[in-house]
């Protein structure tokens, strides 16, 4: 039993392959669901190399829901989508999370203030910055995010290392704060595989951030956040590996935004 809830499409204008051959990925690999999760539109720019236009969401929807039908029997494919944590656009947000049947929605931080700080374009902003308050911003966000009730999954959870630019306090009582928020809602987390495509060369979350969540009880998704049907389950012996040294033995899955939890392959 695995499966692999954060695949991006080329709907988002910065992925290759189609949404078809990244659902045939999974069953390559055995997997018993796929979640297709792309970028939900986001308004606070108009960029069609970030996101898929407000007018496109019918037609991503209708295209997920295509692939339910057409593959059945042979991999459960779940609609889900990557909605942004903005706080200007939330009621625009929530409108479009109402309008359509998800299975699930994986709610992200990529922008603080005016900054898309996981963006390579806008990188050297993190020259003028002090970057342990950078990070407190960013879980204080997260927090936030969680405590709208909007989202189910916190999608990369500690994305700010990425650029493997590292906070040089010790993080664990902003982690326990945003855990316990998580577990007042019911969120859980996912351990996403791309971190280790990118300069920080590690999963996300870190290990005491699993460690800990295991510990007060926060269920954990998984997700590889491909961007092209080869990424599609990309290094999940290793994320088992984390999940398990965690003390992990199930992971959560999603039908109609109600979780379940299922062992762990
Ligand atoms: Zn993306
Ligand atoms: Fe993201
Ligand atoms: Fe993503
Ligand atoms: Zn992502």
Redesign the pocket.
Known sequence: MMFDY?V?TPMCGHASGTMEEAVQSAVRKGFSEIGI???LPLLYMDDPTLSMRPEDLPLYIDTVLGLKDRFQGQIEVRLGI?ADYYPPTLGEVERMLDAHPFDYV?G?VHILGDWIFDDPREEERYEDIDIDEFYIAYLEAEKEMVATGLYDIV??ADLVKKFDRRASIDLTPHYRELLSEMKRMGVCFEV?T?GLRWPVGEIYPEPDFVRLAAEMGVPVTL?S?S?CPEDVGRDFDLALELLRASGYGEAANFKGRKIKLVPLA
């Open positions: 954060h991006h999760a792309d970028h990557e994986i992200s999608g990369h996403n791309a997700g956040d961007h």
